[in-house]
């Protein structure tokens, strides 16, 4: 049973676009969300995270967006480049746990376009 | 510092065979994780440490064994391979918060691009 769904799988943006990114999840004892970044051949990296007392959280061109009521989170990409073109993960996690464990959405591949 | 380092990079088993994935952290990180990473399927966690001396299972346990051998070190073992277990296979560590604004920060390291034949 998936705790965070992550969609779309994939998508294709043009250069200077915005990239979307959508999270569900379904346990009300999450309280932290980051988005990590992955490029082809290498491990995920963390890009940007965000905790439930905020309902946005802006860095650079990459900004979340948060829905508590809705249990949604979101990533947005503002003027995508084609540095950006890799893999996006959407995770959660209880800060109460130690050990820091996170449930990770299945990932979604973006492809920038010159 | 090199954070977290696996070996082999990438390997070929046969079906039955049996081998061991070494990750080591040098950041000083009580837990430490194994994800196999398949298409479709995003990171799966197969083992997890709290900290040195515990482990406990994760999403998908079965067909594996791990080992903290020590505070840097926390290996996985595939005892009899099968198809099923091809894969990318990713260590990672984590930390203390290092401040407000990041919780449970995982670091990874590069995968084990993993073939049973």
């Known amino acids: 049973q998936q705790q965070v769904k992550q969609s779309p799988q994939s998508l294709i943006v043009q250069k200077g676009g915005i990239s979307i990114i959508n999270c569900a999840y379904e346990?009300?004892?999450?309280?932290?969300f980051p988005w990590y970044q992955q490029f082809p051949g290498k491990g995920p990296a963390l890009l940007i995270a965000?905790?439930?007392?905020?309902s946005e959280k802006k860095e650079g061109r990459f900004t979340i967006s948060f829905n508590k009521s809705a249990k949604q989170f979101s990533l947005h990409i503002m003027d995508s480049q084609p540095g950006d073109s890799a893999t996006y993960f959407c995770?959660?996690?209880?800060?109460?746990?130690?050990?820091?464990?996170?449930?990770f959405g299945a990932g979604t591949q973006v492809v920038v376009t010159p | 510092n090199a954070g977290v380092t696996q070996t082999p990079k990438f390997q070929v088993l046969k079906t039955g065979q049996s081998m061991t994935l070494q990750c080591a952290q040098d950041?000083?990180?009580?837990?430490m994780y194994w994800y196999r990473q398949d298409p479709g399927m995003g990171l799966r966690l197969i083992y997890y440490?709290?900290?040195?001396?515990?482990?406990d299972k994760g999403e998908v346990p079965n067909g594996y064994n791990v080992s903290r051998l020590n505070k840097r070190e926390f290996s996985l073992r595939l005892e009899s391979a099968a198809p099923s277990q091809t894969s990318v296979y990713f260590c990672?560590?984590?930390?203390?918060?290092?401040?407000?604004?990041?919780?449970?920060?995982?670091?990874f390291g590069p995968g084990t691009r993993l073939t049973v034949l």
């Open positions: 965000i905790r439930p007392d905020v």
């Open positions: 950041m000083n990180h009580n837990s």
């Open positions: 995770a959660a996690s209880r800060t109460t746990d130690s050990w820091g464990k996170l449930q």
């Open positions: 440490s709290a900290s040195e001396g515990t482990t």
């Open positions: 346990n009300t004892a999450f309280d932290y």
């Open positions: 990672a560590s984590s930390g203390p918060s290092r401040g407000l604004a990041v919780y449970n920060e995982q670091f």
